[in-house]
């Protein structure tokens, strides 16, 4: 709750005061990866550039399906720690939240909303700090259905590329075998030869040899 009866939610969204911007900061996570039931911190940044002093009173977030935002994921810690911090005009602040997502929340990308809410003389603001993708993960070494589909893929299509290959091989090694046949036609050639000889001095040297 905001003061003493205003209701902390997105469901009943609040305006943001003029002059504040907010920023967000994923320390170390460049990846915005989130595992599954295990805390996430990030920072975020508020500047006052507006007429009067600020007071936080809280930060929260929602998980929501990326394609429908309407579609609720899960909503997250609603962080109220801080106790009422002011911020002064001209005056840049940072604030640590960490939310947790359900550990038996699927693997995947979904769409972080994260929210500031502050007072301004009692009355309530909010600011939109991020409203982007992260990106949640199994914690361990467990493999998630996908990844086991994408590695049985991969290893089916390595055997067909070996099957293929293998093939490839084994008809370059019968081409190579295959040499051209050469015929002698022996018989052919010794009768014609005899024909051309009949009656020269060979052909008596090879009738005598016949003998």
């Known amino acids: 709750y905001v003061g003493d009866d205003t209701p902390v939610s997105s469901e009943e969204p609040l305006s943001p005061a003029p002059g504040v911007e907010t920023v967000c900061v994923f320390p170390k996570n460049a990846g915005k990866i989130v595992p599954a039931g295990e805390e996430t911190e990030l920072l975020v ?124 091989v084994q008809q370059l090694s019968k081409k190579t075998k295959k040499g051209p046949k050469v015929e002698l036609g022996t018989g052919t050639t010794d009768a014609n030869m005899d024909e051309w000889l009949e009656g020269t001095a060979f052909a008596k040297d090879k009738a005598k040899k016949n003998k």
């Open 45 to 168: 940044g508020l500047q006052n550039e507006g007429e009067s002093t600020l007071n936080v009173v809280a930060v929260h977030s929602t998980l929501h399906l990326p394609y429908d935002h309407k579609m609720y994921g899960q909503n997250l810690t609603v962080q109220q720690s801080f106790y009422n911090a002011s911020v002064p005009v001209s005056v840049q602040a940072t604030f640590p939240y960490t939310f947790a997502v359900s550990k038996f929340l699927q693997p995947g990308a979904y769409d972080l909303v994260g929210y500031i809410v502050y007072e301004i003389d009692q009355h309530p603001y909010q600011n939109v700090f991020y409203n982007g993708t992260i990106e949640v993960v199994e914690v361990g070494g467990l493999l998630s259905v996908e990844s086991v589909f994408l590695i049985t893929l991969g290893i089916a299509l390595l055997g067909l590329l070996g099957l293929w290959a293998y093939g490839q």
